[in-house]
């Protein structure tokens, strides 16, 4: 509960405990233990039953991925973050291979090298860029009821998605109705 202190001149203060003497505070501090606790006891209990298996697995998996690690090392630190840029963008927000490049390398995007972009393109890997012009043009629809000629120039504008027209027409097709 709050104190009322009274001043010489009449008036009326409210004092407030300090947070770490509420109630709610505690409450918290007991829930969070509660739940690292059972999160500890969780992960002791899989990774006994399942260490003879992940052991093996290791072994087979750690010449390949040592490979890859002195290869991937060699490797700037600036193109591998745009290979991650770019990765995160084809397949997370469905972009056109020119949307991916220009984001890469804007000033108001990530502001990469063009020799950075130029290695996350070559090695961002099978990306269906058809599958990405049809998910847009299906947001396009759902969200925003345009008609499939407003679509089809958003997905193909330079200020818009920039997919080619090849693709739109190949995400137009297979529009659900």
């Keep these: 509960m709050s104190k009322k202190i009274t001043d010489k001149d009449g008036n009326t203060y409210v004092q ?3 947070f770490y003497k509420r109630a709610w505070f505690w409450i918290i501090v007991i829930i969070l233990a509660f739940g690292m606790k059972s999160m500890g006891s969780d992960s002791e209990s899989t990774s006994s039953s399942s260490n003879k298996v992940a052991t093996s697995s ?3 998996e750690s010449t390949a991925s040592n490979a890859k690690e002195s290869s991937e090392s060699k490797v700037p630190a ?5 290979l991650i840029k770019a990765r995160s963008y084809a397949t997370e927000m469905d972009m056109s291979e020119s949307g991916v490049r220009d984001q890469l390398t804007s000033d108001a995007g990530e502001g990469f090298t063009q020799e950075a ?3 996350a393109m070559k090695h ?3 990306i269906d860029w058809n599958k990405n012009a049809l998910h847009k043009a299906q947001s396009y629809q759902d969200d925003q009821a345009m008609s499939k ?3 089809r120039d958003q997905l193909t504008s330079d200020a818009g998605e ?4 090849e693709q739109a027409d190949y995400a137009i097709q297979h529009l659900k109705n």
């Design 117 to 119: 972009a130029d290695y």
């Design 162 to 165: 920039g997919f080619t027209p």
């Design 78 to 82: 600036e193109y591998r973050n745009a």
């Design 124 to 126: 961002l890997g099978n």
């Design 58 to 60: 290791v072994k087979k």
């Design 16 to 18: 407030k405990k300090p």
């Design 149 to 151: 000629d407003a679509i």
